[in-house]
């Protein structure tokens, strides 16, 4: 895990993969949870005996969820020990090319995409890519962006 203590530090990095977290299982569980959070209840991600007919022959996460997984991976990619508080500012360029199957592993790999200076401090773009174990297409490919006040 690569720890970024100053700005210099989080500049010097820009345009390099910082590395990969660890391997996730999506399991029906929490696929149902998510589910249950958002409300959304296709059944393409709850309906286990149904999905076995459907298109990919087994349930699949939300693709959302796949994206609401990035707070968790990012502390085992890097960590941002910045002076001042961090804000997430928003989201760029969301993809989800390819469904995450119930039962396969995801992990993420994290590239800081950008940093520019705005007014409160920093802005700072992250290049995030959710991979599946066994794939070739990603499940997820995501700019986020956080404030770093100064």
Known sequence: MRVLRTFEQVAQTVGEELGASDWLEIDQERVDVFAEATGDHQ???????????????????????????????????????????KLNYGVNKVRFPNPVKVGSRIRATATIAGLTDVPAGKQMVTRYVIKIEGEDKPACVAETVVLLLG
Not at 58 to 64: C, E, L, M, R, S
């Open 43 to 85: 059944w393409i991600h709850v309906d286990v005996e149904r999905a076995k007919e459907g298109p990919f022959g087994v349930t699949i996460a939300h693709g959302y969820l796949t994206l609401s997984l990035i707070p968790q991976f990012t502390p085992q990619i890097f960590s941002l020990e910045t002076p001042g508080p």
